[in-house]
């Protein structure tokens, strides 16, 4: 609902992902957000919001095959989207490979993880978290550019979690062990 105001603006300008990496290793715990294969434009808007609230330095998509910043997920973001960074990959699993060379810890997000969320190892240090499509989790290029791939536990009356919420919850977790 436009409430009677309109507003034009220029296209949305991404970082590249080696400025998210820099700024996330000048913080005192580095943490960035990739998403991968998620391709509703409000789940993006969605973790983009989640990441600074949860100290995240930025927020990685791919190129291909993912929402992008749209004007719904800017909406979604509630104007996040201005303050935290977000990057643009050509190629996500090269990304991942320089992120885990640059020494952060890569987890990969999913329902079949085989270590609970509570339990990563690394989180003291630079962790990039890598969110895949709900259901699904990481591809499997993805899923082997990471360290560990992680789970959420949930009841068995669900088959999974939105993936805007599982990032939440992960982004929750890592700075809970933290501190």
Request: proline content about 5%; some cysteine; charged content about 20%.
């Amino acid at each position: 609902v436009h409430q009677g105001v309109a507003l034009q603006l220029p296209e949305f300008e991404y970082a590249h992902p080696a400025d998210v990496l820099n700024a996330a290793l000048d913080a005192d715990a580095g943490l960035v957000v990739a998403g991968d294969s998620i391709t509703d434009p409000r789940n993006l808007g969605a973790i983009i919001r989640s990441a600074p609230a949860f100290g995240a330095q930025g927020v990685i998509v791919p190129e291909r095959r993912s929402a992008h910043v749209t004007a719904a997920a800017w909406k979604t973001s509630a104007g996040a989207a201005a303050r935290v960074s977000v990057a643009l990959a050509t190629n996500l699993n090269r990304t991942l490979r320089e992120y885990a060379e640059a020494g952060f810890v890569v987890v990969g997000l999913a329902g079949d993880g085989d270590t609970d969320i509570s339990e990563i190892p690394g989180v003291d240090g630079p962790v990039l978290l890598v969110v895949g499509s709900e259901g699904e989790g990481p591809a499997r290029l993805a899923r082997q550019n990471c360290d560990v791939v992680a789970s959420i536990p949930i009841g068995s009356g669900a088959e999974s979690l939105n993936a805007s919420v599982a990032a939440a919850i992960a982004l929750y977790e890592i700075g809970r062990s933290r501190a």
